[in-house]
Every structure is written in structure tokens, then in C-alpha cells.
């Protein structure tokens, strides 16, 4: 990636912030599952240190802090000083006090080597520039035998919450297929991908498993889309070109098509991701 690039994405997630912090709640709920299953596949108990990068406005680290209890504690990292902002008031609001936070890109981490127990990061690391420096650095950073666990996205289309507002978005607008290997919500959607990554930093033991649960929260469809089109840097930027009719129209025909997602009004879409792990050798 570029300086450009890079300077680009992380504008656009500086963007989004105060968006994610407008719905973290929301989002807690939906990634629950997400987060349980990093806990568990890291292997993360009380008293551990834990490392969470790319933590955005505060999750997983809160929950995973939590989790630790007293006798742990959680560092949260993002690279975008406004995620890390809205991080430290949501662990203000709910009173958390194991928990610390650093401003700071993935392949340049400042803490010193053997640190932490384990190293997580939930939908990150396919935004990461440099995946696989970014990934060596939370190997040297990592304890010996400690794990690193990351969640992706598997395939768009096991994945309605993505593809559905995706397919509509593109009835009504030109889009350019979208580079593999560029950063992305779908950048490691494809079995053994990140395997392969992680195993090339330098990973032990190297695992990955097929998570599907559903994507819940109790929201209605007019508030899923209110989510969507604000946390998504990328759909803001082609909703923003359009005419106020025709993002009344997309917004009409996406809270139709996922209408079958929302019995009762509530958000319940069935979703996979891979959950990949790997350990750093004794």
C-alpha cells in the first residue's frame, strides 16, 4: 500500500469514528459471538495480558477485559486517534479500569517484546497495510506459547448483512470488482488465506476454523440501515455522490430486501467468519 493509500484509509476511518461510537452498542451485541469465540481460540483466562489491535471504539478489549478480571489487563490499539478516544470514554462509561490504550498502526507496535499473554484482533486485519509485518510485530510483542487469534469475514455470499446492501448498492451504480489482496472486509474471506500469512510471520501450530451464528441486535430495519450506510466509509462516499432521491430509493429497496432478517423488527441475519489462530514458538 502507498503512503497515499494509506493516508486515504486512514482518513476514512477518522471519518467513520464517531459513527462506530454512535452504534457500539449495537455493534457489541451483533459481534458477541465473535468476540467469545477469539476468547476461547486464544485460550485467554483470568489474569492474562492481552493485546487488541485494531480495537476500534472499544470492542473486543472491553469485553475481554472482563474477562481477565483485576488481575489482568487489556491493551487496546487502534490507528486512528479517534477510535482510540471514543475507546477510553466508553471504558470511562462503564467504569473499566484494567484496561489502557494506544494510538498505533499494527506493524509498528511500541511495547517490548514478550508482552502480552495473547494478541487479538476482530475484523482488523484485513485493513492492516502490511499484513505480514503487522502480524510478526504481534508475534514479538506476544509471550512464548501465547496465541494470536483474528477474526475475518468469510465469503460474501454466506454473509446477507454485507451482500444485500452490496447487491442493491450496485443496481442503481457502476462499481470496479474489488482487488483480492487490497485491503478490505473480504480480503481473507477465502479458506487457508490468512492461515498462509500468519504461518509466513512466523506462526506455530497454525488453525483455522468456520464460525457461523447470527448477527443480532434488537434494531429495526430502518436503524440497520442508518448503521450500514453511516459505519461504512466506502458506502458514505458513494451514497454522498448520489441525488437525495436516489439514496431515498437505495435506502427503500435494501430495508425491503432484508425484511426476512427482521422477524418482530429485530435484526437476526446468520453469518460466517473464520476464526484463525496461531501460536509463537517457545
Same mark, same amino acid.
Given at each position: ?31 458477541a ?71 498505533c ?6 511495547f ?19 499484513? +505480514?509485518?503487522? =502480524?510478526? &510485530?504481534?508475534?514479538? #510483542?506476544?509471550?512464548? @506459547?501465547?496465541? %494470536?487469534? *483474528? ?27 474489488a ?15 490468512? +492461515?498462509?500469512? =500468519?504461518? &509466513?510471520?512466523?506462526? #506455530?501450530?497454525?488453525? @483455522?476454523?468456520? %464460525?457461523? *451464528?447470527?448477527?443480532e ?5 430502518e ?34 430486501? +432484508? ?13 460466517q467468519? %473464520? ?8
Open positions: 500500500m502507498s503512503q497515499v493509500q494509506l493516508s486515504d484509509t486512514l482518513r476514512e476511518w477518522r471519518e467513520s469514528a464517531k459513527y462506530w461510537e454512535t452504534h457500539a452498542r449495537t455493534i457489541q451485541k451483533m459481534f459471538p465473535l468476540t467469545s469465540a477469539l476468547i476461547e481460540e486464544a485460550g485467554i483466562i483470568e489474569g492474562d495480558a492481552v493485546l487488541d489491535v485494531a480495537g476500534g471504539p472499544g470492542e473486543p478489549s472491553l469485553t475481554i477485559a472482563a474477562k481477565v478480571g483485576p488481575a489482568g489487563f487489556v491493551m487496546c490499539t487502534d490507528a486512528v486517534a479517534e477510535m482510540v478516544a471514543a475507546a477510553e470514554s466508553e471504558a470511562a462509561r462503564r467504569g473499566v479500569k484494567n484496561i489502557q490504550f494506544q494510538q498502526q499494527a506493524d509498528s507496535l511500541p517490548e517484546n514478550n508482552s502480552f499473554d495473547a494478541a487479538v484482533s476482530r475484523l482488523g486485519v484485513m485493513f492492516f497495510p502490511d499484513p +505480514v509485518a503487522a =502480524l510478526r &510485530e504481534m508475534l514479538r #510483542v506476544t509471550k512464548k @506459547e501465547g496465541t %494470536l487469534s *483474528f477474526a475475518v469475514w468469510h465469503e460474501s455470499n454466506a454473509n446477507p448483512f454485507a451482500y444485500i446492501v452490496t447487491d442493491v448498492v450496485s443496481r442503481h451504480m457502476k462499481t470496479q470488482p482487488d483480492p489482496d487490497a485491503p478490505g472486509a473480504f480480503r481473507f474471506a477465502e479458506p487457508g488465506k490468512l +492461515v498462509r500469512v =500468519l504461518a &509466513e510471520a512466523g506462526a #506455530v501450530h497454525v488453525r @483455522e476454523r468456520l %464460525l457461523k *451464528f447470527q448477527i441486535a434488537p434494531i429495526s430495519r436503524e440497520f440501515w442508518e448503521m450500514r450506510s453511516a459505519t461504512s466509509g466506502t458506502l458514505r462516499e458513494k451514497l454522498d455522490a448520489l441525488s437525495s432521491d436516489l439514496r431515498l430509493t437505495i435506502a427503500n429497496e435494501v430495508k425491503e430486501a +432484508v425484511a426476512e432478517y427482521f422477524p418482530n423488527e429485530q435484526m437476526s441475519f446468520p453469518a467468519m %473464520l476464526i484463525v489462530s496461531g501460536d509463537k514458538s517457545n
